[in-house]
């Protein structure tokens, strides 16, 4: 009898694979191995047998096996998983919405600029690139001197005392920052930047809940859960810092409207923050409400300040692993500025490229944004495969990092690799998307260099990192995230 039970059910289980989901057209992308019938990849994409991270690394090194690009179903639905950087740039670049998967992330950010539709984005992003513009960021490095001297200051009773976790300490910094070039400092108000902190954390676990969950992501079900009464719990106390600046930003900009306006008639126009770009949109030219106004400062808030802060851990946590880099990063910053602790200038960083390399190699190894979905509005033809029309495609950041191209070592931390010509040298594009490619990428790629490499110089001019990042476990909500052992040691810098 258990015999006949068996032979039945590997029966059935070769039925249901013969019957798996494919592609009907051979140009497709080849599909994803043990899909079943009816659910196709479901069991292997929403089964909890492996954590959210090791699924994504396992699927993007799926797509790296198979040449760059695969297909996964869910149901009816295709999600293609594109690892191949040419391909990425392509689709980034052709297709510029997001997929319905961002709805998810709309009651945080609402139609910020980060999730507008395309037809809405391009309007937007041309307004408020101004806004990001080298002259506007130049006006900023008093700020991230002054913050980076803080932070030195802040990790100074660390001193000494062992290992300790400094991803709190840089999570404040880098929002405090980040609140000071909008134009509103909340130095003496930090629960404030505490709360937004902690709301923002919640919400990424709500956010991978629901979407490790098949049946949560219809809104219909959704609505009447626990977790969505936790979600509106998190997103007033979320949203509280973002419309404190607008309200009080706007306060000041009518104060000053009458001064501003006879000093630009004088000198010409004035380059503005974005916060303040927005307003004068809104107040003077009536292009934005003020709704939307405060969903681009959720959605550049949101976008800006933890990958600032994650990007800082990493690279702290990497440096202080491997003695011979910071050695490198030490000589470097000895020979820009000696034993001089002054502020860092324009000029100075473009000296630093040794410590951009460290970034770079940081962010390549650890991309905090690991991934970016997007929404195929045509049909798109790529290297090997044709990919259709209507359907998902997510685009791996995490596998661009892991691509052949960079060679057998692709795990190992080597900052060297970005200043050796040879590196480069076969590939057609950089295969580097930490802050996305084409048009709709990170729109705050400039600041994060500026405002990161500020920080680092003067972190490395005053401490020596102890630390070991192979200790740390990984989590995935939207970022990447470190579970445990993301601990360092500091001591004070003598030579
Ligand atoms: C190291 C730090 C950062 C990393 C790694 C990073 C990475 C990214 C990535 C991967 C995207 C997604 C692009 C896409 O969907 O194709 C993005 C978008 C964006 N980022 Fe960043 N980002 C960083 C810092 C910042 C900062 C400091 C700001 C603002 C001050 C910022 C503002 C934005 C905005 C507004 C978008 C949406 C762009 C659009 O849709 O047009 N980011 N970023």
């Not at 806004?131 to 980076?148: E, K, P, R, T």
């Amino acid at each position: 009898m258990l015999m006949v039970v068996i032979l039945a059910l590997v029966l059935l289980a070769c039925g249901l694979l013969a019957l798996s989901p494919r592609n009907s057209s051979k140009d497709e992308p080849p599909v994803l191995p043990g899909g079943l019938i009816l659910i196709g990849h479901a069991h292997i994409l929403f089964g909890k047998k492996l954590r959210a991270w090791e699924l994504f690394k396992k699927m993007s090194h799926a797509s790296l096996k198979a040449g760059g690009v695969i297909s996964t179903f869910v149901g009816p639905q295709t999600l293609y998983w594109v690892t191949d950087p040419n391909d990425f740039w392509k689709v980034a670049n052709t297709c510029l919405d997001k997929s319905k998967l961002y709805d998810f992330v709309k009651p945080y950010v609402g139609n910020g600029i980060g999730t507008s539709s395309s037809s809405v984005w391009k309007v937007h992003r041309k307004l408020i690139n101004a806004a990001f513009s080298q002259v506007v960021l130049d006006g900023f490095q008093d700020i991230f001197n002054a913050q980076s001297r803080r932070l030195v200051q802040e990790l100074e009773v660390e001193i000494g005392k062992g290992p300790f976790d400094h991803s709190h300490c840089i999570q404040h910094n880098a929002l405090e920052t980040l609140c000071l070039t909008l134009g509103v400092d909340f130095t003496n108000n930090r629960h404030v930047l505490s709360e937004y902190i902690n709301a923002i954390e919640d919400i990424m676990d709500v956010f991978m809940k629901r979407f490790q969950r098949v049946w949560l992501h219809s809104d219909f079900i959704y609505n009447w859960t626990e977790l969505k009464r936790k979600q509106d719990e998190y997103l007033k106390i979320m949203h509280n810092m973002p419309d404190t600046i607008v309200s009080q930003r706007k306060a000041y900009y009518l104060n000053n409207r009458k001064c501003k306006k006879i000093e630009e008639k004088a000198k010409g126009p004035i380059f503005k923050s974005v916060m303040d770009l927005l307003l004068e949109l809104s107040i003077e030219k009536g292009f934005l409400s003020e709704y939307e106004i405060k969903e681009h400062m959720y959605s550049i808030i949101f976008a800006g300040y933890d990958t600032l802060a994650g990007v800082l851990m990493f690279t702290m946590l990497l440096v202080a692993s491997y003695a011979n880099v910071q050695d490198e990063i030490w000589k470097e910053l000895h020979v820009v500025f000696g034993d001089d602790d002054r502020d860092v200038t324009k000029q100075d960083l473009s000296q630093l490229v040794y410590l951009e390399a460290v970034l770079k190699e940081s962010m390549r190894i650890y991309p905090i944004a690991p991934y970016v979905i997007r929404h195929l509005d045509t049909d798109i033809k790529l290297r090997n495969c044709t990919l259709s029309k209507g359907r998902t495609c997510l685009l791996s950041i995490y596998g661009v990092h892991r691509h052949p191209m960079w060679g057998p070592d692709a795990d190992e931390f080597k900052p060297e690799r970005w200043l050796d010509p040879a590196t480069f040298r076969e590939s057609t594009i950089i295969p580097f998307a930490a802050f996305s490619m084409g048009r709709r990428n990170c729109l705050g790629q400039p600041f994060a260099y500026m405002s990161m490499k500020t920080t680092l110089a003067h972190i490395f001019r005053h401490y020596r990192l102890t630390g070991d990042h192979k200790k740390m476990t990984l989590k995935m909500n939207i970022m990447l995230k470190p579970v445990s052992g993301h601990y360092i040691a500091i001591e004070k810098r003598t030579k």
